[in-house]
């Protein structure tokens, strides 16, 4: 008995004469993400992905788990591969779904016929399926509201496939589809659900991170860099650019007043981020602000922050309270990572009574009264970079 891999996705089937190449990105990303685990055959029809892994010691239990984290994917389920032939979707059903079945009390029976041509309608299968199942597993009855365990039967061109319960996938669009964009990522719980939920509208992410040695550790980066592994399942590889800021923190310091000291810092972080966003073709810039979760996120802040900006600037939190943020961290397992306690650059500084309301007028005097152009441009050259992959 063969078993495959069905793949439905949700969204993408509502596209028009680009659909095609929404489908393309998916399977690239599929590929890409099973790529390690062995060789599959991949094949499409009818709004669904067929993976059949190429010899029976295939790991499909962990491909299904990788899979689980691919945008574009609305849910998909392990199925076993029938002939079209009732007999011998009686056959496989009976062994392929034993174990759930003996252990169920309810269930029920759906049928898909995509072929029109198959000699049995819908419900004539579910009805002829369900009393060869009742007659075999004595402990089960009908529910069709609540069953514990719902058998499926799909008819297609070439094949019948048999399967339980479809797996919830990560819905979406395909990483790759909605163009480019650079997150700010710190090491704090927000950013990195603000990058998840723009890699989930299709958004292939970079991410910018700024550093101040000696004011933050050697930990403090290897946090956020802990933090973009965790992040590639589900948005594709990640270039990471680490920004050496201290100069610049310390040039705002010295030279600015203390109630303006995160409003200008958020403005010189946004000037370098598009430097190095114009040199990697991004297109717009992603932050994990929430308004009025600090005095830097008031909307007169974001206001006075935006003015520098040159590209749009993409805020998917901003209307989220943090128990809601909290939860995604969590579902996307970055939350332990980012509430361990190693400050980055943000805490460097920080004014005793920063200015909640700011006038732009006034930021950008006290941000005018020193010339951070030459120490703007030295931080985008000693930029580093670093790759973080997908296990291939």
Do not use: W
Not at 184 to 210: E, F, N, Q, T
Not at 238 to 254: G, L, Y
């Amino acid at each position: 008995m063969q078993e495959i891999i069905l793949v439905k996705y949700g969204e993408m089937a509502l596209k028009g004469l680009n659909k095609r190449t929404f489908e393309d990105i998916l399977v690239k990303n599929i590929k890409r993400r099973i790529k390690s685990l062995g060789k599959t055959e991949i094949t499409r029809a009818q709004s669904t992905i067929c993976i059949t892994p190429a010899d029976k010691f295939y790991d499909t239990e962990e491909a299904v788990d990788r899979l689980k984290k691919v945008f574009g994917i609305a849910a998909l389920c392990r199925a076993a591969v029938c002939e079209k032939d009732f007999e011998d979707i009686k056959r496989v059903s009976l062994e392929y779904l034993e174990d759930a079945l003996s252990c169920a009390s309810t269930f029920k029976v759906t049928a898909k016929r995509a072929d029109k041509s198959f000699p049995m309608k819908s419900p004539e299968i579910c009805r002829e399926l369900g009393g060869v199942l009742l007659s075999r597993f004595h402990n089960l009855s009908v529910d069709v509201n609540n069953p514990e365990v719902t058998v499926t039967v799909e008819i297609r061109d070439t094949k019948a496939y048999v399967h339980g319960e479809n797996i919830k996938g990560a819905g979406g669009l395909p990483v790759g589809t909605s163009g480019h964009a650079m997150l700010l990522l710190s090491g704090g719980i927000d950013s990195p659900v603000a990058g998840y939920m723009l890699a989930k509208r299709g958004v292939h992410i970079s991410a910018i991170h700024y550093v101040s040695p000696p004011y933050t550790s050697e930990r403090a980066r290897l946090k956020v860099e802990q933090l973009c592994e965790k992040l590639t399942p589900y948005c594709g590889s990640i270039a990471f650019f680490c920004v050496p800021f201290t100069e610049i923190q310390e040039a705002i310091k010295n030279n600015c007043p203390e109630e303006f000291f995160t409003i200008i810092m958020r403005r010189l972080m946004m000037e370098i981020a598009q430097r190095i966003s114009d040199r990697e073709k991004c297109m717009a810039l992603i932050t994990g602000e929430s308004v009025g979760q600090v005095a830097s996120q008031t909307m007169n802040a974001i206001a006075c922050t935006d003015a520098v900006c040159r590209m749009p600037v993409f805020r998917p939190l901003i209307g989220m309270d943090k128990t809601e943020i909290v939860e995604i961290a969590r579902k996307i397992d970055t939350f332990d990572t980012s509430v361990l306690p190693y400050e980055d650059c943000c805490t460097v500084f920080t004014p005793r009574h920063p200015k909640v309301r700011p006038l732009l007028a006034d930021v950008e005097a006290a941000q005018n009264s020193f010339d951070f152009s030459e120490l703007v441009e030295k931080a985008v050259n000693e930029t580093e970079l670093k790759i973080f992959n997908l296990d291939l």
